[in-house]
């Protein structure tokens, strides 16, 4: 049976926050993210971008691996076929959905509308403005491969976390 809501042992902090395999499980998967995009932009261009360390955009979806990640990891903890599984279901629907719709429309405006401040004459008051941020959503293949990340990233956290305590 659960413990009431009101309970003195609910109100008692607790340190649980590193012991919380949902969160841990999402802040693995998004570092993991980043961290490829890091790579994988030295290795293409031979220096390092500690922007994409924390930046949007880009393969795979570190928003997509996140989200991902969380819901898998409540599913595999509390079940799938509870509330808060359903909850962390929805959100990370709308998070992807939003990641390869508004973001990803946003940065392409932004790359017309930075190509259209570069044509203009130097004496113009616009062509001294810093440019727009373009990569700010997400290819569906993004997408999909940050939420295939998210997913292994916690299967395989929960598999090692699974067999290490016997």
Known sequence: MEESATSSS????????????????????FAIAQSIKFFTSWYRERRWDLKLLVGSGGMPSAHSATVTALA???????????????????????????????????????????????????????AERRPLHELLGHTPPQVIAGGMLGTATTVIGYLVVRFASG
Do not use: C, K, W
């Open 10 to 29: 609910s109100l008692t902090p607790s340190f649980s926050i590193f012991t919380n395999y949902p969160l841990i499980s999402a802040v693995a998967a």
């Open 72 to 126: 898998v990891a409540i599913g595999l903890q509390n079940g799938f076929g509870g509330s808060h599984f359903a909850l962390a279901f929805i959100m990370a629907s709308i998070v992807m959905y939003d990641a390869t719709g508004v973001r990803l429309h946003a940065g392409r405006q932004a790359e017309v509308l930075n190509q259209i401040v570069y044509q203009l004459p130097a004496e113009h008051p616009l």
